[in-house]
């Protein structure tokens, strides 16, 4: 095991448990009496009182923490107030379509930009290399809600080439689904599209200054092998970080982008549940998709080693 | 290095009509954003009308200039939280070193940890004005960068001869941070923090088409768009005209920026 994959899991276990003192205490803090809200317009003093003793609401805040981090370490998020289901299920539910989404959205981002920053790169300087940086301020610049309205209204509502709404699970039919979350995921793509085509850009320039790469050339290799393969793999640390990091970005814009197409996904659900006082999904949200987000930082410090060997060694990236 | 290019000057002269627009917004000649007229609904751009109406019949024109009065206060209002509060701690953090430092970085990368949208909806949960909260929790979300980028830019300052000789000269912490070091950062906190006003306006209009900002009857330019959308195909105007304004003034925001940071780094094509 080396040092810097060792010092990365120290690391995670450290945050892990600081998100959960944060995601705890965001819901906790809250002003407003959970067991008044629960019981409603049943709510007399004594149930009430009943209530929050049952719920652990009258303990000090560091009791109800490990209270609280104990049943979540069993699989217990709690239950929704008005709908009674366990919260974690309701989750687990819905990630399959968010999941779905990112994935997709991450494809179609990375297909659309390698090729476009490879390209500007060898061609830095040229009127191409100039327009794909004035085009990725302008993309930059866009919301994806724009972006999504703009293509609910050309291709649903003008064209009809899609439908505007609605979900179609992979189960029920594959080209339906597809249908269904195109424009989602377009939508979403476009805005990373910049980021990660400027990112592979600037590294990739200082990779075709280097000696191998003129060696290569001098050998007589073909230009697209030098570039897509002797050059590209170096070049990609940054691109991979930027990958990594862009999961959380992503996951903010799963939560427009789902509530605009009606995508049962996690990000719809988390609005509902502001929407609905629903706090104890809230929280549920807040800690499984920090959880995630801390998951995906360490499986890209892993990827990391895995394309260059010589940081694990090192011990700096 | 000394010619601006004439995106950069139309950007700058975009940017300040819209400001201008904005903060006199009470004042200008243009419609009562609020005013209903049933017999405009939905009316066609046109002259004294230049963004048509809505589909309450209000001016579409005078809600986008009135919407922009919370994009500018959401916007300049969350960066001036961060660039305070982030460049202390970075400072801080930068020039003390040892616990102090590692205090600091951990508690921001703890905050990293999470998505910031989804940090931005649960902070906005808790009861309050709907501005403040915005522009507190957006604010909170963009402490880490800017704490990070203080930080990078305090050690290689400390590192530079003129911080040696101010502290062998007998130059005590607090005249060191405030005279020495915070003026060398401003530069570049101030470049950073014109790409973070960008991120702000996006931000602020992704959560008010969520219905999660400043609440109705104040327009803004998500709820304007959030609000028109059902009837995009009978009233386009409604809902990307207002788009269009907002996304003119992110872009002049992120050009200005990007030259800004070109010119304070001396270097470009960096992402």
Request: hydrophobic residues 55%; without cysteine; charged residues 10%.
């Amino acid at each position: 095991m080396s040092g810097r994959l060792l010092r990365a899991f120290a690391g995670f276990a450290g945050t892990l448990f600081a998100v959960s003192v944060v995601s705890f205490l965001l819901i906790a803090l809250l002003p407003g009496d959970l067991a008044l809200l629960i019981l409603a317009d049943s709510a007399t003093p004594e149930r009430v009182a009943a209530l929050r003793a049952e719920l652990g609401l009258d303990r000090p805040l560091p009791i109800r923490y490990l209270m609280w981090l104990g049943n979540v370490l069993q699989g217990d998020f709690g239950r929704g107030i008005h709908s009674g289901e366990p919260t974690l299920q309701v989750i687990l539910s819905r990630l399959p379509v968010t999941i779905e989404l990112i994935v997709l959205t991450q494809i179609l981002a990375l297909v659309l930009s390698i090729p476009g920053g490879i390209w500007s790169a060898y061609r830095r300087g040229s009127a191409l290399d100039h327009g794909t940086l004035v085009a990725s301020i302008a993309l930059l610049s866009v919301p994806p809600f724009v972006l999504a309205l703009a293509m609910i209204y050309f291709f649903a509502l003008q064209l009809q080439w899609l439908p505007a709404t609605g979900f179609v699970s992979l189960s029920e039919s594959v080209v339906e689904n597809l249908e269904s979350i195109a424009m989602p995921v377009a939508a979403l793509a476009l805005v990373e599209v910049p980021v990660y085509l400027r990112m592979l850009r600037s590294e990739m320039v200082t990779t075709l200054q280097q000696n191998f790469v003129a060696l290569a050339r001098g050998m007589g290799l073909p230009t697209w092998r030098i570039l897509f393969v002797n050059a590209f793999k170096p070049s990609s640390l940054g691109l991979i970080t930027v990958v990594g990091i862009n999961m959380g970005r992503l996951m903010g814009g799963a939560i427009i982008v789902e509530t605009m197409f009606a995508l049962p996904g996690v990000g719809q659900l988390l609005v509902e549940s502001i929407y609905q006082q629903e706090y104890q999904v809230t929280q549920g949200i807040v800690l499984f998709v920090a959880f995630a987000f801390i998951l995906i930082n360490l499986a890209t410090d892993v990827v990391y080693v895995l394309v260059d060997p010589r940081l694990a060694r090192d011990g700096e990236a | 290095m000394s010619r601006a290019p004439l995106g950069y000057r139309l950007s700058l002269a975009w940017l300040a009509l819209v400001a201008f627009a904005a903060l006199a917004a009470p004042w200008l000649p243009i419609a009562d954003p609020l005013r209903q007229s049933l017999p405009d609904m939905l009316a066609a751009p046109g002259a004294g009308r230049w963004f048509g109406a809505d589909s309450l019949g209000r001016d579409v024109f005078a809600r986008t200039v009135h919407g922009f009065r919370v994009t500018l206060a959401v916007s300049f209002g969350s960066v001036l939280l961060a660039l305070v509060f982030g460049g202390a701690l970075g400072i801080v953090a930068g020039y003390f070193r040892g616990w102090v430092e590692r205090t600091i970085m951990t508690a921001v990368n703890v905050l990293l940890a999470f998505p910031p949208l989804v940090l931005v909806i649960a902070m906005v949960a808790y009861p309050g004005n709907a501005l403040l909260k915005v522009i507190v929790a957006l604010g909170i979300v963009f402490v880490p960068s800017v704490t990070r980028i203080a930080r990078a830019g305090t050690l290689r300052l400390a590192a530079l001869d003129f911080v040696t000789a101010a502290r062998a000269a007998g130059m005590g912490h607090a005249r060191m941070l405030w005279r020495e070091l915070l003026p060398n950062l401003v530069p570049s906190l101030l470049a950073f923090g014109l790409l973070m006003l960008a991120v702000a306006a996006l931000a602020e209009a992704g959560l008010s088409f969520l219905g999660l900002g400043v609440p109705p009857p104040t327009p803004t330019i998500g709820s304007m768009m959030a609000g028109e959308q059902s009837r995009a195909l009978d009233a386009p105007h409604a809902v990307f005209l207002p788009a269009l304004a907002l996304f003119l003034t992110i872009f002049a925001l992120n050009l200005v920026g990007e030259e800004l940071r070109r010119r304070v780094d001396g270097r470009g094509g960096q992402a």
